[in-house]
């Protein structure tokens, strides 16, 4: 009878395992891949919800069926899985194990969407800087947005950065709807002040449209 570990339990399990026999990337890989393959492979995944092998019978069909390129350790992890949500529970250990791989090779996650389409060796030249600046090894990923304009948006981990020009122009939209709502009050001021000589109304303006280009100076 197989034990029902969480799959956080699990992740845990193939790290500490990984790291003492020296093979953190190749699990690292090997449950990546897994993940992946399962994802796409009907029969795969139907065996590995079955509930009709032990976990020892489960560990060997896998490494016999998908060979020594595995990584033994994974393989032995996730044959502790079954039932229908085996390759939801497969993937939230992925998750948690790459996690815990990140924060022990001291490497940031970088995801940037640019506006057109980048040169290989200007991503290696943006990801060096990346790293440098963070000071971690960084493993970035993009995307092509041509809605962007220009410029870039960045995710790195949980915060987000927008340095694209479709942002800027929002900003400066704002800007200009709030300097053009200012003038409209103050140009109705004036339309409702009793009358003033032509002096007097130019001199007001004047005052007025000053007051608008410190506005925009401090912008």
């Known amino acids: 009878m197989k034990h029902k570990f969480s799959a956080k339990r699990l992740a845990d399990v193939l790290f500490e395992s990984a790291k003492s026999t020296d093979s953190l990337d190749s699990a690292r890989d090997s449950i990546t891949e897994f993940d992946r393959i399962l994802s ?21 069909i896998l490494i016999d069926s998908l060979g020594v390129s595995f990584n033994g350790l994974v393989l032995g992890v996730v044959s502790y899985v079954d039932g229908m949500l085996a390759h939801k529970t497969i993937n939230q250990i992925k998750k948690s194990f790459i996690e ?7 490497i940031v996650s970088v995801h940037a969407i640019f506006s057109d389409q980048i040169s ?3 991503l290696r030249i943006m990801e060096k800087k990346i790293g440098n600046l963070l ?6 990923t993009t995307e092509v947005d041509k809605s ?20 800027q122009l929002k900003n400066i939209k704002s ?11 103050e140009l109705n001021s004036l339309i409702n002040l009793d009358y003033f000589t032509a002096e007097e109304l130019e001199f007001r303006l004047l005052q007025k449209f000053i007051k608008v280009s410190l506005i925009i100076t401090k912008n």
Do not use: C, P, W
Not at 43 to 57: A, H, I, P, W, Y
Not at 100 to 106: F, I, L, Q, R, T
Not at 151 to 161: D, P
Not at 175 to 185: T, V
């Open 120 to 122: 290989d060796n200007d």
């Open 40 to 60: 796409m492979n009907n029969d795969l995944k139907s065996f590995v919800q079955s509930k009709r092998f032990s976990q020892t019978e489960k560990q060997a």
């Open 175 to 185: 800007d200009l709807m709030k300097i053009d709502s200012f003038l409209l009050r």
């Open 100 to 106: 815990k791989y990140k924060h022990a090779k001291n």
């Open 135 to 140: 000071k971690k090894e960084t493993e970035l």
């Open 148 to 167: 962007l304009i220009g410029g870039a948006k960045f995710r790195i981990e949980n915060t987000f950065l927008d340095a694209s020009i479709k942002s």
